[in-house]
């Protein structure tokens, strides 16, 4: 059946609840169909509350209501009942019945596996009993479990277990989204971790029988997430238990619940031979990420859904500070730029364009977004440069010394900045209003030993952001001198004005301007300096992302002039490329990522603003004709490249092994074009671990060699779900163009193809969207297959099926034949009976 109308809810009409929670207790009889759910929850009415209550419920069979021991007979609709209530404190019990099993959603309490499981953010608590289900409502939680199961789980601390029961007790007060309950036949991976004031905390992964052998990794990232946080942030563990528990069939990629994380498999399981150095990557991100919401979200938490972003925001900051502090800095800095620009720049340059903190939705699932976490996290990196280190650190703590315990806004945390620095941060908080990326253009001038740098912000009006504003935009910038010596170290510039110029006295000659280091800014850099400082910065600049920044700006512009007027490579790309994968002085995790070429559908878009029509095909040829060209300017080296980085050492997923590797890979990738597929062959069979298996294949893929490999590999691994979501999506990935939705399609065949696993669905369907130029081949058969598969999964799991409604966004940079196409598919979704609020919202953006 159709969600009824879809409301929006504003910011704007945010009203306190009119009752506190003093204490839930809630009692669990678990049965696959009908579960029983019996509440005891204690409200006390606030002066003028109103004289019925209203409780969030959906998807419930209300079996029994009482107040204060009497029977109540409230009236109940598809969202939620209302009840008359007494003037004065109460007791609300109420029992009702639920169907986990059926529950594909994965929202509420659900089975994954034969196993119980919950997902109560942001509104999945509603879905258990009838609740305020809303952050700002924060309760004590007591919990009993009664089912048939070997572990049964909540959050806070054991009070008692015995066989097929146990109870629960959290100390701290919480809203209802961080609630948790896991059951079933699991296996825990054990450690423990002592706090700095000497706390001893025990700590488990629970896995399914048979995941053992994935758990060290987790467990070691969650200990030195504890002691990062203490180190860094003098945060420490405020309960006596930490668990962690790892389910397959998971819609994101794990949630803070407190105490009890749950995390979708593939964002915890690790083994070296079943994962890549990428995986293991994530997993120590996503564990820092849940770990750090102990604070920034649990103790913490955000007064509505739309200051997500307060605990999101921050939360991705602190996971960056964290993988940057054990791993590479510039590395870490560079990676989050590039998918910041490949997931969140469409998003804010297109029809689902939104402010960092919202200020509507209709349905809150749509917005855990690009905007709200990466640039949430882009934004509170620049008010750490705008206004320091240590007038940061001071803000922080007086953060969580005046919140703590609290549900709290944007306006609560930009107001302890301004008490600890005394600056106005009016104008900063536009940052947080303004939806759209800003685009920054840069001229210099120099006039008898005075250098001046001027700027200009424009941001494009949108829906949201009718009558955009100049933004407060930190451009950190250093200048060097034409021998490469730096004259000027990095400062911040700060920029209010919609146009700026910044002078600098005292130069002997005029020098080459370095702005925008770090990426101090999520905005648009557009140079009108002279054409050939990017190859200067390439060769000489000291801060390394944009050094980086250099190569790939020379390798956008080559592209560009290649695809628009069959231009040769540029030499100047290919020198400065060729000098820096010969400076053995650089970190080669560094030096693969300068061989990597801009984003396809990067590359769309600057053809769009300047004025082109993309076309995704010679698009894609153009790339892989760079990637042979890159292949022969470097052939001398590659060989070299590729023998001098391999590991000979025990597998270790750390930031020097894994940097060695990517750099044999990215040379294994290139020289293969040239030598063809033997050392690719003897790499993939002699590999003792993922990541050189993996990136074998997927080097013989690339160049139509792989099937043998791949059969080969379906055999090893089919008893693996991680490893097969691999297995299915490098096939998508590494299709040709026009193999690829007819590629998609027959693995939508096969026997594996469990669509209804999240991750299944992702590994074929998202790898589709992935594959731009086989998404937007110009028969439309990607299109139509994408549109299939959305309004089948739709009805089982909205929530999944609206997060991949963004394949779409970007329809209307494309001619009018595509544009077509994908209207068609996007009104035949629309016109889907039924079908979700979830998808209907998005669609109806991305279609405008
Ligand atoms: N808070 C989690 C992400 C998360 C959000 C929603 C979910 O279900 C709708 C699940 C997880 C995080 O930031 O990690
Ligand atoms: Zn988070």
């Known amino acids: 059946m159709r969600d009824a109308a879809p409301t929006t809810i504003y910011l704007k009409d945010y009203q306190p609840f009119g009752f506190d929670v003093e204490n839930v207790e809630l009692t669990f009889d678990l049965h696959p169909t009908k579960t029983r759910v019996k509440s005891r929850i204690s409200f006390v009415p606030k002066p003028g509350a109103p004289a019925q209550i209203f409780l969030d419920g959906e998807n419930l069979t209300?079996?029994?209501?009482?107040?204060?021991?009497?029977?109540?007979?409230?009236?109940?609709?598809?969202?939620?009942?209302?009840?008359?209530?007494?003037?004065?404190?109460?007791?609300?019990?109420?029992?009702?019945?639920?169907?986990?099993?059926?529950?594909?959603?994965?929202?509420?309490?659900?089975?994954?596996?034969?196993?119980?499981?919950?997902?109560?953010?942001?509104?999945?608590?509603?879905?258990?009993?009838?609740?305020?289900d809303r952050p700002d409502v924060m309760s004590v939680f007591s919990v009993e479990i009664n089912g048939p199961h070997p572990v049964l789980l909540s959050n806070g601390n054991v009070i008692s277990t015995s066989r097929a029961h146990a109870k629960w007790h959290d100390p701290w007060p919480k809203p209802a989204y961080l609630f948790a309950l896991v059951a079933g036949d699991l296996v825990a991976h054990s450690d423990s971790f002592v706090t700095a004031s000497g706390r001893n905390v025990d700590l488990n992964l629970y896995v399914r029988p048979g995941d053992e052998g994935k758990c060290a990794f987790g467990m070691r990232a969650l200990k030195a997430s504890m002691k990062w946080d203490e180190e860094v942030y003098g945060r420490e563990y405020d309960l006596d238990l930490f668990n962690i528990v790892a389910v397959d069939d998971f819609n994101m990629g794990a949630m803070e619940n407190k105490g009890l994380n749950v995390f979708n498999s593939s964002a915890v399981l690790a083994s070296p031979e079943t994962s890549t150095d990428e995986n293991f990557l994530r997993i120590e991100a996503i564990i820092a990420h849940e770990y750090f919401h102990n604070w920034t979200g649990n103790r913490i938490t955000c007064r509505d859904w739309f200051q997500l972003c307060l605990k999101e925001g921050l939360t991705v900051y602190r996971d960056s500070q964290f993988t940057s502090d054990m791993r590479s800095a510039p590395v870490k800095r560079i990676t989050d730029v590039i998918d910041l620009r490949a997931r969140q720049f469409p998003e804010d340059q297109g029809p689902l364009a939104h402010p960092v903190r919202p200020e509507s939705f209709q349905e809150i699932n749509n917005f855990y977004t690009a905007t709200v976490y990466e640039k949430g996290a882009e934004v509170i990196g620049m008010l750490r440069c705008l206004v320091g280190a240590e007038a940061y650190g001071k803000a922080l703590d007086l953060y969580f010394e005046r919140h703590d315990g609290q549900a709290c806004t944007i306006e609560d945390w930009l107001k302890v900045f301004e008490d600890t620095t005394g600056r106005d941060l009016s104008q900063f908080k536009r940052w947080y209003s303004q939806a759209g990326t800003p685009r920054l253009t840069v001229r210099d001038a120099w006039y008898n030993g005075t250098y001046i740098l001027s700027f200009t912000q424009n941001l494009a009006a949108s829906e949201t952001t009718p009558d955009p504003q100049p933004q407060v935009i930190p451009i950190v910038t250093g200048l060097l001198s034409p021998s490469g010596e730096e004259v000027v170290p990095s400062q911040v510039l700060e920029m209010t004005q919609a146009t700026q110029s910044f002078t600098f006295e005292g130069l002997k000659e005029r020098p080459v301007p370095s702005v925008l280091r770090g990426f101090s800014a999520p905005v648009v850099l557009e140079s009108e300096l002279a054409a050939d400082h990017t190859a200067f910065l390439l060769a000489h600049d000291t801060d390394p992302f944009n050094r980086w920044e250099a190569g790939r700006s020379l390798a956008r512009a080559s592209l560009l002039k290649m695809i628009t007027e069959g231009a040769a490579p540029d030499p100047a790309y290919l020198d400065g490329i060729h000098a820096v994968m010969g400076d053995a002085t650089l970190d080669p995790a560094y030096r693969a990522l300068m061989l990597n070429l801009p984003g396809q559908s990067d590359l769309v878009k600057s053809l769009c603003d300047m004025g082109e029509t993309p076309d995704p095909q010679a698009i894609w040829e153009v790339c892989r004709a760079m990637s042979h060209v890159q292949a022969e300017r470097l052939q001398d080296i590659l060989p070299a490249l590729f023998d001098a980085h391999q590991v000979t050492e025990p597998y270790e997923p750390n930031a020097d092994q894994s940097g060695r590797r990517s750099l044999a890979n990215a040379a294994l990738r290139l020289v293969s074009l040239i030598d063809g597929p033997d050392r690719a062959r003897a790499q993939f069979t002699s590999a003792d671990n993922m990541t050189q298996q993996l990136s074998a294949l997927g080097v013989l893929l690339r160049i139509n060699e792989g099937a043998d490999e791949l059969a080969a590999f379906e055999q090893q691994w089919k008893h693996d779900r991680l490893v097969m979501d691999k297995w299915f999506g490098m096939q998508v990935i590494h299709a040709d163009p026009d193999k690829t939705a007819a590629?998609?399609?027959?693995?939508?065949?096969?026997?594996?193809?469990?669509?209804?696993?999240?991750?299944r669905f992702r590994a074929v369907m998202g790898s589709l969207a992935a594959h731009h130029a086989g998404f937007h081949y110009a028969d439309g058969q990607s299109y139509d297959l994408m549109a299939?598969?959305?309004?089948?999964?739709?009805?089982?799991?909205?929530?999944?099926?609206?997060?991949?409604?963004?394949?779409?966004?970007?329809?209307?940079?494309?001619?009018?034949?595509?544009?077509?196409?994908?209207?068609?598919?996007?009104?035949?979704?629309?016109?889907?009976?039924?079908?979700?609020?979830?998808t209907t919202e998005m669609l109806t953006r991305i279609r405008g």
């Open 788 to 838: 299939d598969w959305l309004i089948r999964l739709d009805p089982v799991n909205p929530q999944t099926t609206a997060r991949m409604c963004a394949a779409f966004q970007t329809w209307r940079r494309y001619d009018d034949r595509r544009q077509q196409k994908i209207a068609a598919a996007l009104d035949r979704i629309l016109a889907t009976p039924g079908l979700s609020r979830d």
């Open 743 to 759: 590629t998609a399609a027959r693995l939508t065949e096969h026997p594996d193809f469990n669509w209804k696993n999240p991750n």
């Open 62 to 132: 209300l079996i029994s209501a009482r107040i204060d021991g009497t029977s109540v007979q409230p009236v109940i609709s598809a969202e939620g009942l209302t009840c008359a209530v007494p003037d004065a404190p109460f007791l609300w019990e109420a029992e009702v019945e639920i169907d986990p099993e059926n529950n594909t959603a994965l929202e509420g309490l659900y089975m994954s596996n034969g196993m119980y499981c919950t997902q109560c953010e942001a509104q999945g608590f509603r879905k258990i009993t009838y609740y305020p």
